[in-house]
């Protein structure tokens, strides 16, 4: 709608639902110009009119909207995107960007069996034992059992994974998301600790590329039962 005060200022008022309010980004633009973008996006204004938008989806796809939709154009990007105007209604302008190729990531999953249950029940004792030589010690809570070294511990389940991610436009990490049962979880390369969680809600989420730089070597999952 459009207001004109007793002024005569024109005051044009926009109206947008709550979910695109909590989407909303005001931004500059031309020569000291104001609009607005609604994105499902992280959107950052970088240098002069450009752009740069951060969102987690497997296809690399992204949706805008832009306010002004007569001013807020997005004319160019980066030649492995694509970038189309979809919708243009008189107030806000739609885009989709989507990457000239994507490459799936593919995941191998397997169960590992470790028979050698008096070497994990050994080292278990030696790790109580150590513990109970500390003040804070409760029987009932001694704390972890792991340690930054992989050793194999009674009741556990095991798992190897392994992760084949071939570079695509736009995309600069992977987000990987595990779903277990367990009190909690430790990952190991080359049987070194990498990542460790505390069970609260039974999943973990965690960057391909922020965890593991060379996603080629196996990661070693370790999920220890809740003691009685």
């Not at 607005?36 to 951060?54: P, V």
């Amino acid at each position: 709608m459009e207001v004109t005060g007793k002024n005569g200022e024109l005051v044009k008022v926009l109206v947008v639902t709550r979910k695109q309010a909590l989407q909303s980004y005001k931004i500059n633009y031309g020569s000291k110009k104001e609009g607005l973008i609604f994105t499902e996006a992280l959107l950052r204004q970088e240098q002069g009119n450009q752009f740069s938008f951060e969102i987690a989806d497997k296809l690399g796809r992204l949706e805008v909207k832009a306010y002004p939709s007569a001013d807020v154009v997005f004319k160019s990007i980066s030649s492995d995107i694509n970038c189309k105007q979809v919708d243009k209604d008189g107030l806000l302008g739609s885009f989709v960007f989507n990457p000239a190729v994507v490459n799936k990531p593919a995941v191998n999953f397997t169960s590992i069996v470790d028979h050698n249950l008096t070497a994990a029940k050994l080292f278990k004792d030696s790790v109580l034992t150590a513990f109970s030589k500390s003040k804070q010690f409760k029987p009932l809570q001694p704390g972890p059992l792991y340690t930054t070294t992989f050793h194999s511990l009674p009741n556990q389940q095991l798992y190897e994974s392994t992760y084949s991610c071939k570079p695509s436009a736009g995309i600069v990490d992977w987000e990987v998301t595990v779903n277990y049962a367990g009190d909690l979880m430790t990952m190991y390369q080359d049987n070194k600790l990498i990542y460790d969680q505390f069970n609260y809600n039974g999943i973990c989420k965690f960057r391909l590329n922020y965890l593991v730089k060379n996603t080629a070597r196996p990661i070693l999952i370790q999920v220890l039962p809740v003691e009685k």
